[in-house]
T-cell receptor, first 116, second 114 residues
Framework: EAQVTQNPRYLITVTGKKLTVTCSQNMNHEYMSWYRQDPGLGLRQIYY???????DKGDVPEGYKVSRKEKRNFPLILESPSPNQTSLYFC???????????????FGPGTRLTVT | ELKVEQNPLFLSMQEGKNYTIYCNYS?????LYWYRQDPGKSLESLFV?????AVKQEGRLMASLDTKARLSTLHITAAVHDLSATYFC??????????????FGTGTRLQVTL
């Protein structure tokens, strides 16, 4: 089954304790991205990656890091989490290139993070 | 800065009625997406609109795009309870066909009542 998976789905942590949220897709997509969703703000892009070893900042990258060492994986790293990073996080992927099929973006199930 | 505005933010409608959700955006783009989100769930892709005048329909939902007016609409025909969810539009403002920078609206929470 074609899918985007995220782990963990729920995480409660304390300020300053480094954490990683994993994202993996099995569709051979080149493009992957991370979003955070907050009430009243919709979804905002954190980072995206065009392909292996190619990443770039989205709208709200502060406090986050990413890496893309393999095509299927795109982990989100919070080196020193703070309470304002409490949010619902989504990973997404799609093919690159043109053509209507390639614009379909697939979202993971989400990771609810609470930083106390 | 790109702004994507949806109206209304909350919509309560009776079963069987028709209504339209509006999505206005502030910069040039010819790629617009509509998503559905159920409480506690991920986003489900509804429509991808890729050109001016594009119209797509799936069941009771129909989406259209007017790039000149920077407006997309999501029309609901004869609403049923199963359509209750939050609907988001998202505008792709990447300069190339391979990149993707989605800017989302704040969502429209739709509640369909009996």
């Amino acid at each position: 089954e074609a899918q985007v998976t995220q782990n963990p789905r729920y995480l409660i942590t304390v300020t300053g304790k480094k954490l990683t949220v994993t994202c993996s897709q099995n569709m051979n997509h080149e493009y992957m991205s991370w979003y955070r969703q907050d009430p009243g703000l919709g979804l905002r892009q954190i980072y995206y990656s065009m392909n292996v070893e190619v990443t770039d900042k989205g709208d709200v990258p502060e406090g986050y890091k990413v890496s893309r060492k393999e095509k299927r994986n795109f982990p989100l790293i919070l080196e020193s989490p703070s309470p304002n990073q409490t949010s619902l996080y989504f990973c997404a992927s799609r093919f690159s290139g043109t053509g209507s099929f390639s614009y379909e973006q697939y979202f993971g199930p989400g990771t609810r993070l609470t930083v106390t | 800065e790109l702004k994507v505005e949806q109206n209304p933010l909350f919509l309560s409608m009776q079963e069987g009625k028709n209504y339209t959700i509006y999505c206005n955006y502030s910069t040039t783009s010819d790629r617009l997406y509509w998503y559905r989100q159920d409480p506690g769930k991920s986003l489900e892709s509804l429509f991808v609109l890729l050109s001016n005048g594009a119209v797509k329909q799936e069941g009771r939902l129909m989406a259209s795009l007017d790039t000149k007016a920077r407006l997309s609409t999501l029309h609901i025909t004869a609403a049923v309870h199963d359509l209750s969810a939050t609907y988001f539009c998202a505008v792709d403002t990447a300069n190339t066909g391979t990149a993707s920078k989605l800017t989302f609206g704040t969502g429209t929470r739709l509640q369909v009542t009996l």
